[in-house]
């Protein structure tokens, strides 16, 4: 039977920390052999696919910057064509891929993956952004299997109290996951790659 990876979507607004996100993640999953590659979608640029390139987290071939061209949101649901063929094009050069990751270009709480496009989706929301977020309602951070709740480290700064994020998110989401993390220091990553290792990749424990 063939291999086919994975698909993991990572959606969330502008600059809440999807390819920090990626910059963590990465590191982990191959010290745990997981093959992997990662397809970035950007308005009009492959900004980036070009940092991820940049600092040499993949070889530059397992790195795809797909320019939507359009609104985001577009190419990650209602028609993932050009993502659909980026990851075709991974496949046949990596037939060894366990897992593929699909940042969205930056969007707003209503940003949802097609299920055709992946098996799952994290959504990112940024502390700095406020604590209010959850209780916004949107979609993309209510439908997701996994919430990602970043930036924990300026919650002092900003004013935000994660206790109210916390008992939000567990009302909104209805106690589906959610994560805190820091991407400066790697907090909570561990517990994202739980969720990728049990529902995602079905590793055993
Ligand atoms: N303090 C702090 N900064 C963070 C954290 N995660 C990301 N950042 C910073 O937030 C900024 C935006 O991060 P990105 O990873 O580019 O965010 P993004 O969601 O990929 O942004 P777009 O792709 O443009 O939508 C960068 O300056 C990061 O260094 C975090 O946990 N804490
Ligand atoms: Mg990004």
Redesign the pocket.
């Known amino acids: 039977m063939k291999h086919t990876a994975a698909r993991l979507g990572i959606g969330?607004?502008?600059?809440?920390?999807?390819?920090?996100?990626l910059e963590c993640l990465i590191p982990l999953l191959k010290d745990r052999e997981i093959e992997v590659a990662v397809v970035t979608n950007?308005l009009l640029t492959t900004e980036?696919a070009d940092r991820l390139k940049k600092k040499a987290i993949l070889p530059d071939r397992r790195i795809t910057g797909v320019e939507t061209g359009s609104c985001p949101h577009t190419a990650i649901r209602e028609d993932p064509t050009m993502n659909l063929l980026a990851i075709q094009d991974l496949e046949l050069l990596f037939p060894q891929l366990d897992l593929i990751l699909i940042?969205s270009?930056?969007d707003n709480l209503a940003s949802t993956f097609s299920y055709d496009l992946v098996d799952a989706y994290m959504f990112?929301i940024d502390v700095g952004a406020g604590d209010d977020i959850p209780r916004k309602n949107g979609p993309g951070f209510v439908g997701a299997d996994l919430t990602v709740i970043?930036?924990?480290?300026?919650a002092p700064y900003v004013g935000a109290d994660l206790d109210v994020i916390r008992r939000d998110t567990a009302i909104y989401r209805q106690g589906k996951p959610a994560v805190f993390?820091?991407?400066?220091t790697g907090e909570g990553l561990e517990e994202v790659m739980g969720f990728i290792l049990q529902n995602v990749l079905f590793h055993q424990k």
Do not use: H, P, Y
């Open positions: 969330g607004a502008v600059g809440s920390g999807k390819t920090a996100l950007d980036d940042e270009g930056g990112v970043n930036k924990i480290d300026l993390t820091n991407c400066k």
